[in-house]
């Protein structure tokens, strides 16, 4: 298996442009989470889906912020407009469980100007 | 709310030495996560456990539920284990995160 995939690696903006990040997790694996991490704030768990269904999204910082998971081989990360304190790393995992191992994706590096 | 604590902050050692790092939470916890992210970047899940002890080559995680700790130790470090090491804690549908341990090991 290829792993957690997501693309951009990296991306840079300017203030008020909607961006897109994306996701496929493993096959087979029932449960996808979106993180952010910052200097300032670590790792923090933004949303999570089960069988493509969104479960707890409490960790979304805000309405410009919208995930979706359409089916169960893709997700997609929102923001729009996007502003510079959203700059920073957005990690993808997928798991059997919530209490299973976490598979992480590369990242996607955003800056935004 | 889970409150997840790590400690140290900050680790240097040299190849060869027995490190520890330490987790410790406040409110009950499903499983404990145990995660390593290399300096590039990349995070790797290193263990998943809700209770005992778990060990993977030259690393060894254990739990104690009745004292909310975690501890993470890696035998005879190598310089390639360098890397921020970051607990992470399942409860109630809530992942909590700690801050990470960057440790450093010199050769």
């Known amino acids: 298996d290829a792993g957690v995939i997501q693309s951009p690696r990296h991306e840079v903006t300017e203030m008020g442009q909607e961006v897109t990040l994306r996701c496929k997790p493993i096959s087979g694996h029932d449960y996808l989470f979106w993180y952010r991490q910052t200097m300032m704030r670590g790792l923090e768990l933004l949303i999570y889906?089960?069988?493509?269904?969104?479960?707890?999204d409490s960790g979304m910082p805000e309405d410009r912020f919208s995930a979706k998971m359409p089916n169960a081989s893709f997700s997609t990360l929102k923001i729009q407009p996007s502003e510079p304190r959203d700059s920073a790393v957005y990690f993808c995992?997928?798991?059997?469980?919530?209490?299973?191992?976490?598979?992480f994706g590369p990242g996607t590096r955003l800056t935004v100007l | 709310k889970n409150e997840v604590e790590q400690s140290p902050q900050n680790l240097t050692a040299q190849e060869g030495e027995f490190i520890t790092i330490n987790c410790s939470y406040s409110?009950?916890?499903?499983?404990l996560h145990w995660l390593q992210q290399h300096p590039g970047g990349g995070i790797v899940s290193l263990f998943m456990?809700?209770?005992g002890k778990k060990k993977h080559g030259r690393l060894i995680a254990t739990i104690n539920i009745q004292e909310k700790h975690s501890s993470l130790h890696i035998t005879a470090s190598h310089p390639r284990d360098s890397a921020v090491y970051i607990c992470?804690?399942?409860?109630?549908?809530?992942?909590?995160f700690g801050s990470g341990t960057q440790l450093t090991v010199l050769p």
């Open positions: 456990l809700s209770s």
């Open positions: 995992a997928s798991s059997l469980g919530t209490t299973d191992t976490q598979y």
């Open positions: 889906f089960n069988n493509n269904v969104p479960i707890d």
């Open positions: 409110v009950g916890i499903s499983a």
């Open positions: 992470a804690v399942s409860f109630a549908r809530q992942l909590t």
